[in-house]
């Protein structure tokens, strides 16, 4: 299976599933059946520590209480410094939070043995790839509520446009592709093609560059929104100085 179960923070990838680079459960079980055997070996242990706490047989080097009955600032003080009220309280505290993780580690094997059992034997899901859109040529006119648009340049996931007036703004690509092509704007039909335009304001030939449509950065999503979002202040104030 591929890399999946991580989670990304800054740029980096953060943790995984056990199960990735193995075979999927539809084809084997085996690390699911491993990572059972872990939990149900890490809960015995648990449950061993617990009956010690109750027993009066486990004695924690510190307790965790709070300096004021208030409780705003938790403190660590020694076990053999804090008062038998402060040792019943903490130790009741461990036992409590022991039980949880033992109902939270039982509830996960009864989830993964009725995914094995679910999915163990079933084909495998079979997931067309869907074709990319094809590349915004420089040029391309759009029909928008202020008139025609024109492509001046793309960058990524953004689109530079200037209407009939002259006046310049952005949009995303996928914001640029929901409006329609006007009559002599259409674009490339197969997105092979690279075609060579002057740009109004300079003589420099231009050449379309593909783009990549695809949201490969986690915060991609949220620049182009962004974008669409100034695009829309852009307007407005352009409308409101005409």
């Not at 084909?123 to 590349?135: D, F, G, I, N, R």
Request: glycine fraction near 8%.
């Amino acid at each position: 299976m591929a890399h999946h179960g991580y989670t990304v923070a800054n740029g980096w990838f953060q943790g995984a599933c056990p199960g990735h680079q193995f075979a999927p459960i539809e084809r084997s079980h085996d690390v699911a059946d491993q990572i059972i055997a872990d939990v149900q070996k890490q809960l015995g242990d648990l449950r061993a520590q617990a009956a010690q706490i109750r027993l009066g047989e486990y004695f924690p080097e510190f307790v965790e209480t709070y300096r004021d009955r208030r409780g705003r600032e938790k403190i660590r003080i020694p076990y053999a410094d804090a008062t038998p009220y402060q040792q019943e309280e903490y130790l009741n505290q461990l036992v409590f939070d022991i039980e949880n993780r033992i109902r939270a580690g039982e509830d996960f094997i009864q989830m993964m043995e009725s995914v094995i059992s679910l999915y163990h034997g079933k084909p495998l899901m079979e997931v067309t790839k869907k074709e990319p859109p094809a590349p915004i040529p420089i040029g391309e006119t759009r029909i928008s509520q202020r008139g025609n648009l024109r492509v001046k340049r793309v960058d990524g996931g953004r689109v530079e446009w200037v209407d009939e007036k002259g006046f310049r703004g952005h949009s995303s690509t996928r914001s640029w592709r929901q409006m329609p092509l006007t009559s002599d704007g259409l674009a490339s039909e197969n997105g092979k093609d690279k075609p060579i335009v002057h740009d109004r304001d300079d003589s420099v030939p231009k050449v379309v560059q593909k783009e990549d449509d695809g949201l490969s950065l986690p915060n991609e999503a949220a620049r182009i929104a962004e974008d669409d979002r100034d695009a829309s202040l852009s307007q407005e104030a352009l409308h409101a100085t005409e």
